[in-house]
């Protein structure tokens, strides 16, 4: 079956658009009207004009796209798509850390459900993280749930910053010493790193990057060659995207598996059986809308 071809005229017939993130399958992401990161996606997903939007993504990206967008259809293609990370806090956890910090500010990270948003003040992604702690009144800021988000952005703020000792396993799994010893090797390379990886690999870098600072900034630089420590479907967007510079990892890949549950036949099958609906209710959707606005408004 060519799946391309029935996507394409499912997407047309039902006035559908399909959202995807950079760590999606090459394939996924040709299909894609916009395949982004998780800022630009929540950014789309505010004013896109379609009756259905596909998240080709993880849960929580699809549940934050329906939370800006109550009236429309919002679908994932696979129900078991979700981010381990988003799934290690839950509200009764933030609850308990505000009784023990009166005094700070909350900051979730957009890799949270929407009942932790519904908890905190503010949201923000890997793209802004910096700029939504810096624009706080408060002196202290929680930030949950990547403690490695966390140390990042304690490195780039005066506030006192009390992380959340989550973290995701794809960033913690990438081994310094590999980068090390690909760094010495290739001294000609610029190393580029997301930000959830550990602090130790963060020291490496020449850059911190969100997955599509990553790709703008490879496309600007003068280098031509790259390591990149970030998830395996950003790499291939980069080789595609720049042939001509040289994109190298450290040692293993790094795979989301969640992020790969989705594909070219489960984009199909969710555009042609409209499934699987992602719904939040409305109390908790209400206050955690609130939060993801503010930070739109601030970047
Ligand atoms: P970005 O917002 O940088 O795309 O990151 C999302 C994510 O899940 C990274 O692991
Ligand atoms: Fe979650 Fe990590 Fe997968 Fe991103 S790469 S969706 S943070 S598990």
Redesign the pocket.
């Known amino acids: 079956m060519n799946y391309k071809r029935a996507i394409e005229e499912l997407k047309r017939e039902r006035k559908a658009v399909v959202l995807a ?3 999606q399958v090459l394939q996924v992401q040709e299909v894609a009207d916009f395949v ?6 929540a950014r789309l997903s505010a004013g896109v004009h379609a009756e259905i939007i596909v998240f080709a993504g ?1 849960y929580f ?1 699809a549940e934050t796209a329906k939370i800006l967008n109550p009236q429309k259809l919002v679908l994932l293609p696979e129900k078991d798509a979700r ?1 381990p ?1 988003a799934d290690m806090v839950d509200a009764s956890k933030v609850r308990e850390l505000r009784s023990m910090y009166p005094d700070a500010a909350f900051v979730a990270y ?2 949270t459900n929407a009942d932790v948003k519904a908890e905190v003040d503010i949201v923000c ?3 802004n993280a910096v700029k939504v702690v810096n624009s706080l009144p408060q002196r202290r800021v929680v930030f949950l749930p990547d403690q490695n988000l966390a140390h990042w952005v304690s490195l780039n703020t005066n506030k006192e910053i009390i992380p959340y000792p989550g973290y ?1 396993y ?2 913690r799994d990438f081994d310094p010493e590999a980068v090390a010893r690909l760094k010495e090797e290739n001294p000609d390379a610029e190393v580029i790193v ?3 990886s550990r602090p130790e690999v963060v020291k490496m870098a020449d850059r911190v ?6 790709i703008k900034y490879v496309g600007q630089s003068p280098s031509k060659k790259f390591i990149v420590v ?2 395996e479907g ?1 790499l291939e967007r980069l080789r595609k995207l720049y042939p001509q510079k040289q994109i190298l990892s450290p040692g293993m890949k790094g795979v ?1 598996t969640d ?1 790969k549950k989705i594909s070219l036949r489960s984009v199909y099958l969710s555009l042609k059986e409209l499934k699987y609906e992602v719904k939040v209710p409305e109390e908790i959707a209400q206050r955690a809308r609130r939060a993801i606005e503010k930070m739109l408004e601030i970047t």
């Not at 982004?36 to 996606?41: A, N, P, Q, V, W």
């Not at 990057?209 to 990553?214: I, N, P, R, V, Y």
């Open positions: 993130h950079n760590y982004g990161d998780s800022l630009e996606l993880v990206m981010c990370m957009v890799n992604t890997s793209a995701c794809v960033h997301h930000p959830e990057f969100s997955t599509s600072g990553m970030t998830e950003l989301c992020m």
